[in-house]
């Protein structure tokens, strides 16, 4: 970053080797102030120097700088789903994540997905033109690709399958966000909040109006270099 | 003298060695320990060596054992008698299977502990006892001791009140009236006025020391690692009264010292923190160690291995055994344990005790399926909250797999408190 522009941002999976894909991603930025975060983030400052903040940290300066406004964070991201809040003054306050299973993530989009042999756009685009949902009883990732199986193979349609899978996600992903007390503005983060189906989904819900940055999977890095910045 | 004990020898090694490799990692690496916990990391290493033979050398005088899991059964009428109480820990997970064998998954790793250690005879503690005392406190170990009781060799059950009318408090007279029945039975001796007192005394002097360390903790720097704390009142359970009063005198003659001259285990404006919950039994340092991982220094510990178990004392005025009986009713019916109902005392304790440690934010530690303390958590939270003390739940188990997860919690609670 240069002052609060953007210059660059790279994504890419950290993979099973975490550390080698870091140091090709560092082999261009030579000198570079950094900030890790993530669940890696200690195990990567064991290597470089650099400063380290848990995502629940950068994901709120994040939300801050795209929408100064930002009083709640919905982040659906890979392993965990979080509902933040900050205070007027822009200080994190209360924050409640998923238990440890992967319900409720963007990875249970993601093996759902996958059972219905959908590409991820076209999953949300689906549920989102179904009118009726195939109601999922179980929540747990395992079950849940096996109860998918099933309906498949009972025949329901795929659509509804997936709006059903995207109505469970979503009263996980509400529960939690209840947890905490939500106040305006909102804004989703994470790789979740490009799922149409689900912004939709949690707007009913909520009754509430969430604000879409450009690059929500990003906010998170954007904190960090932020915070990089400030300190 | 293990095997005599019916030891599974070889579960018992690798359970030392879990414990010795846990220990290492979690204790010795803290920086500018105080040097009077080495007293307790001895006691810890001959936790399963010198404390058991000078208990089965006890035994052999005649000296009964009685194995406990709750702090409200009364050490002062054991050690009327001459008798020694321990505590049994239960702290982790061991053996896990066998006890899923007999109670259902959703049963809190307190009990699934317990049961594990038993089942698998590892622990010589609950083999040498001579009588485990149970106590009807929390539904799930109300209904495991009817399972339990055919583990060991003597289970007695100690029924408890859930409230804290005057009729609770006769009820809990009565029961520890019918205890000291038995515990004299059991002894063969008489419990005496004298000797009852004498017991009251070294029970008071022992948890003065602990009150005495508490308050130290108050200062900044902190003194004295949350952890090395917490070990203080682990061994608490199980050591010889009289030894660990001198050695916690000792401590905290040195940790005085050490504020005197403003030397600290952390760095001055360590943020501080007050854990409040479920008891932590030995080797449960999960939460501590990632607590003090991140920086943060824990002042104070709300829980029965903690203050809410050490903090009243005992008066030891009386003529008769009833009145001193009466006396230690007294005392015990303060405990703020949340089987009880309603149990607002512990909110004022939990703010108390983090104003006086001056803690900048409480962590409330709930074990999973511990319907008391997970239930109480949600409006303990609200209440510290609008009392703008910060607070962070965490649920969790013995199980090693959420590490992450709740590291980076803690880590965001940290970043919270620095504002
Ligand atoms: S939490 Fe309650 S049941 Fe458990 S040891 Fe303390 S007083 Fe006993
Ligand atoms: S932790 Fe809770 S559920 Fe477990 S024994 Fe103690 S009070 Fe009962």
Not at chain 1, 24 to 42: C, F, K, S, W
Not at chain 1, 125 to 149: D, G, H, N, P, W
Not at chain 1, 170 to 180: F, N, P
Not at chain 2, 69 to 88: H, K, N, S, T
């Amino acid at each position: 970053m240069e002052g609060d522009r953007t210059v660059s941002s790279h994504i890419t999976d950290t993979t099973f080797a975490p550390l080698t894909v870091c140091s090709e991603l560092m082999r261009d930025l030579p000198g570079a102030r950094i900030v890790a975060t993530g669940y890696g983030r200690h195990l990567f400052a064991r290597h470089w120097k650099c400063e380290v903040v848990t995502e629940i940290k950068a994901v709120a300066m994040g939300a801050r700088a795209l929408l100064p406004s930002c009083r709640t964070i919905i982040d659906v991201g890979g392993q965990d789903t979080k509902a933040i809040t900050i205070t007027a003054e822009g200080k994190l306050h209360k924050f409640a994540m998923n238990d440890k299973c992967a319900a409720g993530t963007g990875r249970f989009l993601e093996v759902m997905a996958d059972a219905l042999s959908f590409s991820r756009e076209e999953f949300a685009r689906k549920a989102l033109s179904a009118v009726r949902a195939e109601k999922l009883s179980s929540m747990c990732t395992v079950f849940a690709e096996s109860e998918v199986i099933s309906l498949v193979a009972r025949g329901s349609a795929r659509q509804e399958i997936a709006l059903g899978i995207h109505q469970a996600i979503s009263s996980r992903i509400l529960s939690l966000v209840k947890g905490v007390q939500i106040e305006d503005d909102i804004l989703f983060a994470g790789g979740g909040a490009l799922n149409a189906c689900l912004r939709h989904l949690i707007e009913a819900g909520l009754d509430r109006k969430l604000h879409l940055p450009d690059q929500p999977q990003i906010a998170a890095a954007l904190g960090c270099a932020l915070h990089g910045d400030l300190h | 003298m293990w095997e005599k004990l019916g030891l599974d020898l070889d579960a018992h090694d690798a359970l030392l060695e879990m414990l010795g490799q846990l220990y290492g990692q979690t204790f010795m690496s803290q920086r500018n320990r105080p040097k009077g916990m080495e007293y307790f990391d001895f006691v810890m290493s001959e936790v399963h060596g010198l404390r058991i033979k000078e208990i089965v050398d006890a035994k052999e005088e005649g000296r009964k054992v009685f194995g406990s899991f709750c702090v409200f059964v009364p050490e002062e009428i054991v050690l009327a008698v001459d008798g020694i109480l321990v505590g049994l820990c239960a702290g982790a997970e061991f053996a896990l299977d066998e006890a899923e064998n007999l109670l259902p998954r959703n049963t809190c790793s307190l009990i699934k502990g317990a049961f594990g250690f038993t089942l698998s005879n590892v622990c010589p503690y609950i083999k040498a006892a001579d009588m485990v005392i149970g106590e009807n406190t929390c539904d799930g170990k109300k209904k495991s001791y009817e399972i339990f009781r055919d583990l060991v060799s003597d289970l007695y059950v100690m029924d408890m009140p859930q409230m804290k009318n005057e009729v609770d408090r006769d009820f809990l007279r009565h029961e520890y009236r019918r205890f000291a029945a038995r515990v004299e039975e059991l002894s063969g001796r008489k419990i005496e006025v004298d000797a009852l007192r004498k017991a009251i005394g070294t029970v008071n002097a022992k948890r003065g020391a602990m009150h005495r360390l508490a308050g130290l903790r108050a200062a900044d720097p902190a003194p004295i690692s949350g952890l090395d704390a917490l070990l203080a009142n682990q061994v608490y359970f199980y050591d010889d009264p009289v030894r660990f009063t001198e050695s916690s005198n000792q401590l905290c003659n040195e940790i005085e010292e050490r504020i005197g001259k403003g030397e600290g285990v952390f760095d001055k404006g360590a943020p501080r923190i007050l854990i409040s919950g479920c008891p932590m039994a030995v080797p449960n340092w999960k939460l501590p160690t990632i607590i003090e991982g991140a920086n943060a220094v824990i002042v104070g510990e709300e829980s029965c291995v903690g203050e809410r178990g050490t903090r009243h004392l005992t008066d030891d005025t009386g003529e008769t055994v009833e009145q001193l009986i009466d006396n230690i009713v007294d005392r015990y019916f303060k405990i703020d344990c949340a089987v009880f109902t309603p149990n607002t005392v512990r909110l004022e304790h939990i703010v108390e005790m983090a104003k006086s440690y001056k803690a900048d934010g409480v962590i409330h530690y709930g074990l999973q399926f511990c319907a008391p303390y997970q239930i109480e958590a949600g409006p303990v939270e609200k209440a510290l909250e609008a009392d703008n003390i910060p607070t962070l739940r965490i649920d969790t188990d013995y199980s090693m797999e959420d590490v992450e997860q709740i590291r980076t919690r803690v880590e965001a609670f940290i970043e919270r408190l620095k504002g």
